[in-house]
């Protein structure tokens, strides 16, 4: 059989290109069922002995965690194995203390004195507490509790973010497949330039994109067998539905049978083919069934350039999937197994302090030195009113995207974001935006980032050039919400 592909995903730290993805343990215990640990774990075996040495797990993944440590435990000095994690906090804020926990509860389960790769995933961009638990991670990656930092789940703009504000992250881990496009774009053009790789899942879109459903009809949506199948159903059906998909297969199928290769093998190539790719996440049901020479097969062959016209032509029938990486998480249509995010979240408090006043009129505090210090606040609500203060990229003491118009744009947005979900509102209800740009070649890339948060809303702008109190700041926003019906306080 062919060598599995490896590549370094940070200095020092080599991967296999294909990862077992353990998600589907969680699945596997559904309805209270329960995994024998050491039996599940010997069913690693077969793909550290192809290869497959890489692990993709989360805290969430059921007993994942465990039946990877319990792996580990079983290696004569533990080594030879990649395991990466995730941490995916309830949303709120996080303290430097439950963040240790976290990352010393994977420790204990994975039986190891570092995590490899620890990823992390952010519920609400508008809650800033999601940089203060990776500010936080940092500080244990600078203490060896952490060798690796990576993200889930990311959008471009926040992404963009994290690397321009010091923090360490080797990959965003993404779906990614010929059904979903979206990190093909703009999510790709950022990783190549800031040398962050993308880690893909979902490339056989819970099995979809397989011989198994060539030719098939539809299946009843309201009786699939796993939670990826009714996840990844979401997404075909909002790709184009099941006679899109039949297209697909068919041109995966005539390329698979000019290299002697499966529907999903193709799949997964043609996503491991794409420059911003680190590897692809495969997922296995330990235990159950094992894909071991299937996947070896992955990397047997290549793809050129008449198999990329075969399946361009397929690709060119379908819808693409809207918004950004990892948007599926945040709004509709949330394009989850359960179809909202009632199996992952339980409520969104407000992310920032609110104070309420005898005189009717409701405060959000952000919580910078500058608000106690000058005497404001973030946004004021009066009525059905929502006013937000002049905003910089300021989080607590620090300058985010710094020396980034754009990543700046982005994070004043979203604090401005923040402090309206805070009183009530989102950002539908903005009537008017002033933006302040120190600099006046800075314009078009502030510009275009309220574009892309604003381009549905479309509230008044203005756009000034303006000295700014701080050099490091490049732009200020302030902006006012009226708060629709479904808002407003009943009439009396």
């Not at 990844?232 to 059906?237: D, I, K, S, T």
């Amino acid at each position: 059989m062919t060598p599995v592909e490896r590549t370094e995903l940070a200095p020092g730290f080599s991967i296999a290109r294909a990862l077992t993805g353990l998600w589907q343990i969680a699945d596997l215990e559904r309805d209270g069922r329960t995994l024998d640990p050491a039996a599940t774990a010997r069913a690693m075996a077969p793909y550290v002995a192809a290869g497959f040495t890489t692990f993709d797990m989360a805290d969430h993944y059921g007993s994942a965690e465990v039946v990877a440590g319990t792996y580990r435990q079983s290696l004569d000095d533990g080594a030879g194995v990649q395991l990466l994690t995730k941490w995916v906090p309830k949303p709120g804020p996080v303290t430097r203390a439950t963040v240790r926990e976290a990352v010393e509860r994977a420790l204990d389960r994975l039986n190891g004195a570092t995590i490899d790769l620890m990823q992390f995933h952010a519920w609400n961009y508008a809650d800033p507490s999601w940089l203060d638990a990776l500010f936080f991670l940092q500080e244990l990656k600078g203490e060896g509790l952490v060798r690796h930092l990576g993200l889930t789940n990311f959008d471009t703009a926040h992404l963009r973010i994290v690397v321009t504000s010091g923090i360490e992250v080797v990959s965003n881990q993404v779906s990614f497949s010929l059904l979903d496009r979206r990190a093909a774009g703009r999510m790709s053009s950022l990783c190549l330039t800031s040398g962050v790789r993308l880690l893909a899942y979902g490339t056989v879109a819970g099995g979809f994109l397989s011989d198994r459903w060539l030719g098939e009809p539809e299946p009843d949506w309201d009786a699939l067998e796993t939670w990826s199948q009714m996840k990844y159903g979401r997404f075909l059906r909002q790709a184009g539905g099941w006679d899109a998909l039949q297209g697909v297969l068919r041109a995966a199928a005539a390329v698979g049978r000019r290299h002697g290769v499966s529907v999903a093998n193709v799949a997964s190539r043609w996503v491991l083919e794409s420059p911003a790719v680190a590897g692809v996440i495969l997922g296995a049901r330990l235990g159950v069934s094992a894909h071991v020479e299937e996947n070896q097969r992955l990397f047997a062959f290549a793809l050129d350039a008449d198999d990329h016209a075969i399946l361009d032509a397929a690709l060119a029938a379908l819808t693409p999937i809207p918004g950004d990486c990892g948007d599926e998480y945040r709004k509709p249509p949330f394009l989850t197994a359960s179809g909202d995010l009632s199996h992952h979240v339980e409520s969104f408090p407000p992310p920032f302090t609110v104070r309420e006043r005898s005189d009717g009129r409701r405060l959000a505090l952000s919580g910078t030195s500058w608000e106690t210090t000058y005497g404001y606040s973030r946004a004021v609500r009066t009525g059905s009113r929502i006013l937000v203060s002049g905003t910089t990229a300021t989080h607590r003491d620090r300058v985010m995207g710094r020396g980034d118009p754009a990543a700046q744009a982005h994070f004043v947005i979203d604090k401005l974001e923040g402090a309206i979900q805070s009183l009530g509102g989102t950002l539908d209800d903005v009537v008017r935006t002033r933006v302040y740009v120190a600099r006046m070649e800075d314009w078009e890339p502030v510009a275009r980032a309220h574009g892309e948060r604003f381009g549905a809303v479309l509230p008044a702008n203005t756009l000034v050039r303006a000295d700014l109190v701080g050099e490091e700041y490049l732009v200020e926003m302030e902006a006012e919400a009226e708060l629709g019906r479904s808002h407003a306080p009943s009439p009396t």
